[in-house]
């Protein structure tokens, strides 16, 4: 394991997502760093694509979600 030095800034809005994410900073970190890979990688996927690909690789089955009628 290593340590990776980034601008206070950068780290204030990590700790800021960390606490919305509901995740340890580090884990916020680790997330960004592995969807920025994914991005670069696939370029012409999009986050929602990324992040189902990865549930799915996960084992995490999605739902139907039901949008209430307006």
């Known amino acids: 394991m290593g340590i990776v030095n980034i601008e206070e800034e950068?780290?204030?809005?990590?700790?800021?997502?960390s606490a919305v994410s509901c995740r340890s900073?580090?884990?916020q970190a680790a997330?960004?760093?592995?969807?920025?890979m994914a991005c670069e990688m696939h370029p012409t996927l999009s986050f929602n694509d990324i992040v189902t690909a990865e549930l799915r690789a996960?084992?995490?089955a999605a739902r139907p979600v039901r949008v209430a009628a307006a």
């Not at 950068?10 to 997502?17: G, S």
């Open 10 to 17: 950068l780290h204030d809005q990590l700790r800021k997502a």
């Open 25 to 27: 900073i580090n884990a």
């Open 31 to 36: 997330f960004w760093i592995k969807i920025g």
């Open 58 to 60: 996960a084992g995490v």
